[in-house]
């Protein structure tokens, strides 16, 4: 069975830092590509990052270069460093994979960026 649990969010001021973290069971992790997703009250889901299994990021051009995706195949455990958080970045933050054809969701963690 494939669980994937998010932790790691919270309340944050503007310009604040956050790291998300993913903890991944019942896949033979280091095999595996990983993404973060998010989802805006009103808005469709969209991706932040990915990163594969050679450990290639690619992300959002909504990013600007202030996240980082990195994995610890160790821990199996992705993680979304965040900084320069502005309030359009909040959101549920959602990690995932995929296993053939099959897409797997962790619970997500809200993300809130407010002074």
């Known amino acids: 069975q494939v669980r994937l649990v998010e932790s790691g969010g919270g309340l944050v001021q503007p310009g604040g830092s956050l790291r998300l973290s993913c903890v991944v069971s019942?896949?033979?992790?280091?095999?595996?590509?990983m993404a973060w997703y998010r989802q805006a009250p009103g808005k469709q889901r969209e991706l932040v990052a990915v990163?594969?299994?050679?450990?290639?990021?690619n992300y959002g051009d909504f990013v600007k270069g202030r996240f980082i995706i990195s994995r610890d195949n160790t821990k199996k455990t992705v993680y979304l460093q965040m900084n320069s958080l502005q309030s359009e970045d909040t959101a549920v933050y959602f990690c995932?994979?995929?296993?053939?054809?099959?897409?797997?969701w962790g619970q997500g963690t809200q993300v809130t960026v407010s002074s």
């Open positions: 995932s994979t995929r296993v053939g054809v099959a897409y797997f």
């Open positions: 019942g896949i033979v992790f280091p095999m595996y590509e």
């Open positions: 990163i594969t299994s050679a450990g290639d990021t």
